[in-house]
């Protein structure tokens, strides 16, 4: 029997759902399919995302201010799907299974698009001296909305089940296992950049000079080839058994919780309480018992201890939940274990390092507004190139592909050598850098406009529209630094989440990495909007009004985003410090 147990990995299943076997599934092998397979969906994503304001607007007559909330709001719906893929991933199917399904809606969503742009008939007619302008509506509309919820639906699912797949095929009871997941989540972000770089070059220049139905095109037939490469590491994958609703656990505890604080009950109906739950029998309890301290290792068979109801004291941390287990419950239904109250407690403990990467993720998106604003009036020629204002991400990307690798090869080993411990730098460290370059990304935008402007005033050109004798190459500065931190802050969100989550939640958890982007970016909306309402008042011109950027006061607003990132990060400090990690190999 302890043979037949130490050959198979427990919890996981085959793609046949037959046992995994040590010796045949995960492994850096099958996580490299993964990274491949993100290549090509973020790519079939992208393309279409980072030239979408475009479409809308010259062929489906969008006004800008329309173009840019139907962008906006398709791309943080796509984010914030990665929740449901997520849920869907720990609830009732596997991650392999909800890519799968993923992939086929998302290839359905590009599919319509595609037809849509190749159709004259499916579109609106093209504007004229004779023909006013009129935007989609009826079926054309619907079509198109269709076509394009399906696709933030396929990539919501996808970014939701294919991080989490990707890093349960290693060996966490092993400082070479965790070292190698720590790597593959950096070599993750290597591969959004990847996908990245072609769709902001190759593809949008597709779509600018040969037309809107072979970008699509592309699209589509990207995340097709996806498909079967992810099929090809089929036979060694291992697949986490799906363990229910966490959405179920967290309310019952809740509620159970404000229900048992409510209703008066009598003490001695606690050791009662405590062993409402089924006990589990001998070889869970051999397999899988929970140490007495609270500290789980991070070896692959402990961590099946979360699925384990166990007999054990509350711990002392937000007490005011263990009312939901050491109170007679109001109902049967609400009946709580130790092991779902602790699991919520880790749940919770979580958010607030979630919630301050938010305004992070704010600043992050002025990389796809602003600054390509500011780029457009200045000199974006590089020799005899001319470089359009939109290919502007490329920056970022390329500083990410530099990055993710000195990284992992250079700094990480060196960290591990100075400090003498297994990560060199944790988690909270690596987030907290991503932070602390996201202010300084903003300062560095803030100086940087000081000088545009500065050199519009004195060449005379603050009224006109005209590019600036100030190349477009000092914006390289702010993109290096939003580069930098979208790259530690988004690896180190990713692994945080999957690490420390309950083992039943981990797909769930790390989905709320991409929500906490998605809310970054409406957070930049609200910001701008209430920014433009206070500032206005008064007969005072709003700092960002006008279709003149030099009439602007960006770089106010600039040292605004970096007094709130600056205050965000000391709230960060403040939840950082005192958190303390599960795993035993980061402590």
């Not at 996580?31 to 393309?47: D, G």
């Not at 009129?134 to 394009?148: D, E």
Request: net charge positive; charged share 15%; proline share 4%.
């Amino acid at each position: 029997m302890e043979k037949q147990l130490s050959s198979t990995w427990e919890g996981y299943v085959d793609w046949r759902g037959k046992p995994s076997l040590r010796a045949k599934h995960g492994g850096m092998l099958a996580a490299s399919f993964v990274l491949v397979v993100e290549i090509f969906e973020n790519l079939a994503y992208l393309a279409n995302a980072s030239n979408l304001v475009l479409y809308l607007t010259e062929y489906m007559h969008f006004t800008p201010s329309e173009s840019a909330n139907a962008v906006t709001n398709f791309m943080g719906t796509a984010f914030l799907l990665a929740l449901l893929g997520g849920f869907l991933s720990d609830a009732f199917f596997t991650t392999y299974q909800i890519y799968l399904i993923s992939a086929v809606i998302q290839f359905l969503g590009l599919v319509i698009l595609t037809v849509q742009a190749q159709s004259g008939s499916l579109k609106p007619p093209k504007c004229d001296l004779n023909m006013p302008c009129h935007q989609v509506h009826g079926a054309q509309a619907a079509m198109l909305f269709i076509g394009l919820y399906l696709v933030a639906l396929g990539v919501g699912g996808i970014k939701g089940s294919l991080p989490t797949h990707g890093a349960e095929q290693f060996d966490g009871n092993t400082p070479q296992g965790r070292k190698q997941r720590s790597t593959f989540f950096n070599y993750f972000v290597f591969s959004l950049a990847c996908g990245a770089l072609i769709a902001v070059t190759f593809v949008v220049w597709i779509e600018d000079n040969k037309g809107w139905q072979w970008g699509f095109g592309i699209s589509t037939l990207t995340i097709l080839l996806s498909i079967p490469i992810f099929l090809g590491g089929s036979r060694f994958y291992k697949n986490k058994i799906p363990l229910g609703s966490p959405l179920t656990t967290i309310s019952k505890v809740l509620i159970a919780s404000l229900l048992n604080t409510c209703m008066a009950r009598s003490s001695s109906n606690a050791i009662a309480s405590m062993s409402t739950s089924p006990t589990p029998n001998e070889e869970e309890i051999t397999t899988r018992n929970t140490p007495k301290n609270n500290t789980p290792s991070t070896s692959e068979d402990q961590e099946l201890q979360d699925t384990t109801i166990v007999s054990e004291s509350p711990s002392q941390s937000l007490k005011f939940l263990n009312r939901s287990v050491i109170n007679k419950p109001a109902f049967d239904v609400l009946k709580c274990s130790v092991q779902q109250l602790e699991e919520v407690k880790i749940v919770i403990k979580i958010l607030p390092i979630f919630a301050c990467t938010i305004i992070l993720n704010a600043c992050l998106a002025q990389l796809s507004t602003f600054s390509v604003q500011q780029a457009a009036t200045m000199d974006t020629k590089l020799g005899t190139l001319k470089v359009p204002p939109a290919s502007l991400p490329v920056f970022p990307v390329v500083f990410i592909m530099i990055i993710a690798p000195l990284y992992d090869h250079v700094i990480i080993p060196f960290a591990r050598r100075a400090t003498k411990s297994e990560t060199g730098v944790t988690h909270l460290q690596r987030i907290g850098v991503g932070l602390v370059l996201s202010i300084l990304a903003m300062a560095v935008a803030a100086l940087v406009e000081i000088k545009r402007k500065r050199v519009a005033t004195e060449t005379g050109r603050a009224g006109s529209e005209g590019p600036l004798p100030i190349s477009f190459l000092w914006i390289g500065f702010q993109y290096l630094f939003l580069g930098s931190a979208d790259l530690f802050s988004l690896a180190g969100l990713l692994e945080f989440f999957f690490t420390e989550a309950p083992f039943s939640m981990r797909s769930l958890a790390t989905s709320l990495s991409w929500a906490s982007l998605a809310m970054g970016y409406y957070l930049s909306t609200v910001i701008v909007s209430v920014v433009n309402g206070v500032t206005g008042v008064s007969k005072h011109k709003a700092w960002l009004s006008g279709s003149n950027l030099n009439d602007y006061h960006l770089e106010r607003f600039y040292w605004l985003m970096c007094l709130l990132s600056g205050l965000n990060f000391l709230h960060y400090l403040f939840w950082a410090r005192k958190y303390k990690y599960r795993s035993t190999a980061t402590n």
